[in-house]
C-alpha cells in the first residue's frame, strides 16, 4: 500500500463501480443506515451504458424487462421509447435513478480503485485509489462489471498501422463519422453484430474480419408498443416476480416450452421455431425445452439458424462463411437489426480468418491469408476480460496478504458468485459463479445485492464483525457450477464463459446456469446460518 498524507476516510461499505450494480449497493446501504461511499473510474455513472457508445449499442433483453423492479414507483413513472432500448436512453436511465435516490452525494467519480488490502487486526479493508484517496472499509464490493475490461489482442505490428483504432468497449464520447472512409471491424459478437449494419450504411467500404461465425436471432425492434406498456405496467410486480421464475429472470410471457425439439415432425418444429423468431430475441432458443442440454435438440436449432443465413445472404459463398458449427447458445447468442442482410450490400466484404488468419499489420490496413486489406479506420469489436479482467489488475490482497492473482492462478474460485475464501467481507457482484451472464443482469444484481445487504444486517444483528468463505465451501461451489455447466452444451465451444477468448487465460468455466435455484440455494446459506463461511 502506497504511503500518502490522506488519512484513510472510515466507511461501512466501499463500492466499486457506479453501474446498475453500484447505485443499487448504494441506495440498499444508506436505507439500512449504512455510510456508504461509491468510487467510479469514469466520468459518470452508467457503467457499461457509459463507455459502450458504439453505432447501434443497445440491450438485448426487452426494456420493459431490463430495469430495476425494486420501486414500484420508479417502474411505474419511467418511460422506455423502445421495446430494446438504446445506449442514450439507457445510460439517461441510470442517471435518472442517481438523482431520483438522491445518489450522487455518495459517488465519487473519475476516482479508480488501485488497491486494496485487509488488515486483519482492523477487521478492515485498506483501500486507496490511482489518484491517492484512502478508505478504511469494513466491506468491500467490487460493482466493476464482468464485461468491463477490454480484450485488446496483441496483434503483431499494429502500432504501425496509420489510421485510427476504435474499441466497440471505448468509444469516444464526439460522434464518430466514418462518411467516405475505408473501415475494418475485427470481431464478430454482439457488439459487432449491433454495429456492423449502422457502419455499413455510412462507410465506403466496409471490411469485416471473422474468426468465428456468430447465431443472431432478430431483435424486431421498433417504438415500444403503449398497450403492452400499459399491460405490463397494470401488473409489473407480479410481472417481476414470474420472470424471476425463468431460468434466465426474464421471458415469463413466451408461449410454454415443456417439449423436446425431437418429440415433434420437422413440419412442427419448424413452424414452432418461426413462430420464436417472429417474436424476435433470445426466446428462439427456449423454442423447445431441451436445446441447451442436448446436443441433438440443439442442432435442429442451429440448422434453423444456418437456414435463415442462407435464405437472407444472396452470396452463397459468404453465406457459407458465416453459417456457424458450434452449437447454438454456445457462445452468447446475438440479437440483430439487418447483421446477415447487410453482407448483400456492395460495400461489404467478410473475410474469413479461419481461412486466411490476420499475418499482421501495415501501416495502410493488415495482412490477412496473403492479402493486404487497407482501411481508415480499425474497429476492434474484440470483445472482454470477461469476469476477471477488472479484479485482476487490482493490488487486491485478502487474509495474510494473499494476492488474488495467486488465489485466482487456476481460475476465479469463488462461494456462491460472490464471496473468495481468504478475503473476508469482500462481495463480488455478478462476478465469476454468478448467474449474471445467463441472467437479465439487473435481475441478478437485484438479487445479489438484496443478498448482502442481508447479510450485512444478520451479521449486525448479531454483533459479529466478519464472513468469510471456507476454502471447502469454494471448491464445493466452484465444482457444482462446472457440473451444472457439463449437462449442457456450454462445454462444446470456446466462450468468454470459459475464459477461452483471451490467450494464456485459465479455462474454467465461470457462470452458472439457471437463476431460480441460486435463489434458492442463496437464501437456503443465509436461513442456515451462513453454511460454508465463517463468522467473526
Ligand atoms: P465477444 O462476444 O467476445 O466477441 C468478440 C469477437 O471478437 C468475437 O467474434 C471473437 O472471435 C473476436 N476476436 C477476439 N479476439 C480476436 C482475435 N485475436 N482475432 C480475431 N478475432 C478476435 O465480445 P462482444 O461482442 O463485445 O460481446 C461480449 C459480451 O458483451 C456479449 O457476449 C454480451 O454478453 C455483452 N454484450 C451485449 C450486448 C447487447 O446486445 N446488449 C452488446 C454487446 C455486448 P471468437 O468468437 O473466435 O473468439
Known amino acids: 500500500m502506497p504511503e500518502t498524507a490522506n488519512p484513510a476516510r472510515p466507511v461501512d461499505l466501499l463500492i466499486v463501480g457506479a453501474g446498475f450494480g453500484g447505485l443499487y449497493m448504494l441506495l440498499k446501504a444508506r436505507r439500512q443506515g449504512?455510510?456508504?461511499?461509491?468510487?467510479?473510474?469514469?466520468?459518470?455513472?452508467?457503467?457499461?451504458?457509459?463507455?459502450?457508445?458504439?453505432?447501434?449499442?443497445?440491450?438485448?433483453?426487452?426494456?420493459?424487462?431490463?430495469?430495476?423492479?425494486?420501486?414500484?414507483?420508479l417502474q411505474q413513472d419511467w418511460h422506455w421509447t423502445e421495446r430494446y432500448a438504446a445506449q442514450p436512453e439507457l445510460l439517461r436511465y441510470a442517471n435518472?435513478?442517481?438523482?431520483?435516490?438522491?445518489?450522487?452525494?455518495?459517488?465519487?467519480?473519475?476516482?479508480?480503485l488501485a488497491g486494496a488490502h485487509f488488515d486483519a487486526s482492523a477487521q478492515r479493508w485498506q483501500a486507496w485509489s490511482e489518484t491517492g484517496e484512502r478508505w478504511s472499509a469494513r466491506f468491500l464490493v467490487l460493482a466493476a462489471g464482468p464485461l468491463s475490461t477490454p480484450n485488446r489482442p496483441d496483434f503483431p505490428g499494429l502500432a504501425d498501422f496509420r489510421g485510427r483504432v476504435l474499441h466497440t468497449a471505448d468509444w469516444p464520447h464526439e460522434a464518430v463519422d466514418f462518411s467516405g472512409q475505408r473501415v475494418g471491424v475485427i470481431g464478430t459478437g454482439s457488439s459487432a453484430v449491433q454495429a456492423i449494419p449502422l457502419i455499413a450504411e455510412q462507410a465506403a467500404q466496409l471490411t469485416v474480419f471473422q474468426r468465428t461465425a456468430t447465431y443472431a436471432v432478430p431483435a424486431h425492434n421498433g417504438p415500444?408498443?403503449?398497450?403492452?406498456?400499459?399491460?405490463?405496467?397494470?401488473?409489473?410486480?407480479g410481472f417481476r416476480a414470474r420472470n424471476r421464475q425463468m431460468m434466465g429472470g426474464f421471458g415469463s410471457l413466451l408461449p410454454p416450452n415443456r417439449i423436446s425439439a425431437l418429440a415433434v415432425s420437422p413440419e412442427q418444429r419448424d413452424a414452432m421455431f418461426e413462430q420464436r423468431w417472429r417474436i424476435g430475441g433470445f426466446g428462439v432458443l427456449g423454442t423447445f425445452s431441451d436445446l441447451i442440454v442436448n446436443p441433438a435438440a440443439n442442432e435442429l436449432a442451429g440448422e434453423f439458424v444456418r437456414r435463415k443465413i442462407r435464405a437472407t445472404v444472396h452470396d452463397p459463398a459468404t453465406a457459407e462463411?458465416?453459417?456457424?458449427?458450434?452449437?447454438?447458445?454456445?457462445?452468447?447468442?446475438?440479437?440483430?437489426?439487418?447483421?446477415?442482410?447487410?453482407?448483400?450490400?456492395p460495400n461489404v466484404r467478410l473475410v474469413d480468418l479461419a481461412a486466411a488468419p490476420i499475418e499482421g499489420f501495415t501501416p495502410a490496413g493488415l495482412v490477412a491469408g496473403g492479402e493486404e486489406h487497407r482501411f481508415d479506420s480499425l474497429v476492434l469489436a474484440t470483445g472482454f476480460d470477461a469476469m476477471t479482467g477488472t479484479v485482476l489488475r487490482l493490488d487486491l490482497r485478502g487474509r495474510g496478504g494473499e494476492r488474488i492473482q495467486d488465489h485466482w492462478k487456476a481460475g476465479p474460485l469463488n462461494c456462491l458468485g460472490m464471496a473468495i475464501a481468504g478475503f473476508p467481507n469482500l462481495f463480488n457482484l455478478v462476478g465469476p459463479g454468478s448467474t449474471?451472464?445467463?441472467?437479465?443482469?439487473?435481475?441478478?444484481?437485484?438479487?445479489?445485492?438484496?443478498w448482502i445487504a442481508g447479510c450485512i444486517a444478520d451479521l449486525d444483528a448479531q454483533g459479529l464483525a466478519t464472513i468469510e468463505a471456507t476454502p471447502q465451501a469454494e471448491a464445493d461451489y466452484v465444482a457444482h457450477v462446472n457440473?451444472?455447466?457439463?449437462?449442457?452444451?456450454y462445454l462444446n465451444c470456446n466462450s468468454w464463459y470459459l475464459g477461452a477468448n483471451i490467450a494464456g487465460?485459465?479455462?474454467m468455466f465461470m457462470p452458472l446456469f439457471g437463476f431460480p435455484a441460486y435463489v434458492e440455494k442463496c437464501a437456503e446459506v443465509a436461513r442456515q446460518g451462513y453454511t460454508g463461511f465463517v463468522l467473526g
Open 321 to 345: 462463411a458465416l453459417c456457424p458449427r458450434h452449437p447454438i447458445g454456445c457462445k452468447r447468442l446475438c440479437v440483430d437489426t439487418g447483421y446477415y442482410a447487410t453482407y448483400n450490400r
Open 96 to 112: 435518472h435513478v442517481a438523482d431520483r435516490f438522491g445518489l450522487r452525494d455518495g459517488i465519487r467519480l473519475n476516482t479508480r
Open 505 to 507: 487465460k485459465p479455462r
Open 34 to 73: 449504512l455510510a456508504a461511499q461509491v468510487i467510479e473510474a469514469a466520468g459518470s455513472v452508467g457503467g457499461t451504458w457509459y463507455h459502450n457508445r458504439y453505432p447501434g449499442a443497445r440491450v438485448d433483453i426487452e426494456s420493459m424487462e431490463y430495469s430495476f423492479g425494486f420501486d414500484e414507483a
Open 224 to 237: 415500444l408498443d403503449p398497450d403492452f406498456e400499459a399491460r405490463i405496467k397494470a401488473d409489473y410486480a
Open 436 to 450: 449474471s451472464a445467463f441472467t437479465n443482469v439487473i435481475v441478478a444484481i437485484e438479487h445479489q445485492v438484496d
Open 483 to 489: 457440473t451444472v455447466a457439463a449437462r449442457t452444451i
